[in-house]
């Protein structure tokens, strides 16, 4: 064991990872207009339908990177582990800013969402 936990150091590179992609990549800025508006992206030359795949399959990666990192902390493989953690993303996502109808979020609001929820409940325990 180092000084940071190797959580930690995945959750901050895939952190930075989706942030630069979504900040500064036309991938990124089309990822958004699809959650926005699906015709604009149709009319700038784009296919929408791609980077509405492409961004169910890059969630569905995080997942799986999420599911591994939590099932090292937990040195066991168990198909409920992760039960009820579900309700806390939507919550942190949520809390972050993001909206329900799309379009509007960051990664980095999202994190400071998942910070007050972890604070509140540290603080109610």
Known sequence: ???LPSIFLVAVLVIAAGWFVLRFTVF???IFAVGTNDEA???SGHNPDFYKVAAFT???LT???AA???LLRLNIGSPIAGV???LNAIAAVIIGGTSL???KGSIVGTLVGACILQVLSTGLQ
Do not use: K
Request: glycine fraction near 34%.
């Open 28 to 30: 990124g800025r089309m």
């Open 58 to 60: 890059i969630s569905g």
């Open 1 to 3: 064991g180092g000084f």
């Open 84 to 86: 009820g953690y579900e």
């Open 101 to 103: 109808s799309g379009g």
């Open 68 to 70: 591994m990192v939590y």
């Open 63 to 65: 997942a799986g990177i």
């Open 41 to 43: 992206v149709r009319l």
